[in-house]
Structure formats: structure tokens, C-alpha cells
């Protein structure tokens, strides 16, 4: 590829990661709730969770999504469940009253990782994104 092919992709890349999302949400929970070295966390689990897509999309996941679409059809709904989990979550958490300090404890550590890279690991929009633009 020249290097204006290049650009092209890294200009969708960037407005890909701009977009606000699921992966934006857990981000700024994470980082309200546990700190600047949660949402640290949160950022790099994302970062690492999306790397994997794109390095499977690269090395040929387009290929095994086109011969067994159901596959696709079973990360998506996989995602869905994810997605409504942490809807549920968030809105159960609305109606509590515990105390900001428990809160804060309780995202101290890898959490923030964890969840950063599930969200991109689960998000189906990732997978299509980078897809479409490496197919």
C-alpha cells in the first residue's frame, strides 16, 4: 500500500476511535469511580482488546467469517448480551445509596483492564469495523 492509502485508513481509524460507544462509557466509569490508573487501565484494556481484532481481521478472520456466517451472528449476539448486562448494571447501580469510597476501592487494580478489554473484546461494531476496512 502507498502511503495515501494509508492516511485514508488512519483518518477512519481515528474517527472510529472518536465516536462515542460502549467502550467510551466503560472508560469514563472506570475513571470516575476508580481514579486516573483506573481509566488508565480501562484505556489499555480497550486499546489491547481492539490490537486483537485488527491483528485477527489482518491474519484472516475475514475469511473465516465469510465461510461460517453464523459465527458472526453468534459474536453479535454474545455482544447484545454484554451490552444489555451492563445497561442493567448501570441502571440497578442509579437506585443504590453506598458510599463513594466502597465504589472507589472496588475499581482499584486490574478491574479496569478487564472490562476495557471485554468491551472491545464483545463489542460486534469493532469486529465489522475493522472488516470493512481491511477486507
Known sequence: ??????????????????SPGPSLAII?????????QSGLLASLGHG?????????VI????????SYPH????????GVVFLVWI?????????RSSKVELIENSYRGLRGFAEGFIIAIINPKIMAFFLAIFS
Open 87 to 95: 445497561g442493567v448494571n448501570l441502571v440497578r447501580s442509579s437506585f
Open 59 to 66: 491474519f484472516g478472520l475475514g475469511l473465516v467469517i465469510n
Open 71 to 78: 459465527l458472526f451472528s453468534i459474536v453479535s449476539w454474545v
Open 48 to 56: 489491547f482488546g481492539v490490537a486483537i481484532y485488527a491483528s485477527c
Open 1 to 18: 500500500m502507498n502511503f495515501e492509502i494509508w492516511t485514508k485508513v488512519a483518518m477512519v481509524c481515528l474517527l472510529g476511535a472518536m
Open 28 to 36: 469514563i466509569k472506570n475513571a470516575t469511580l476508580g481514579g486516573q
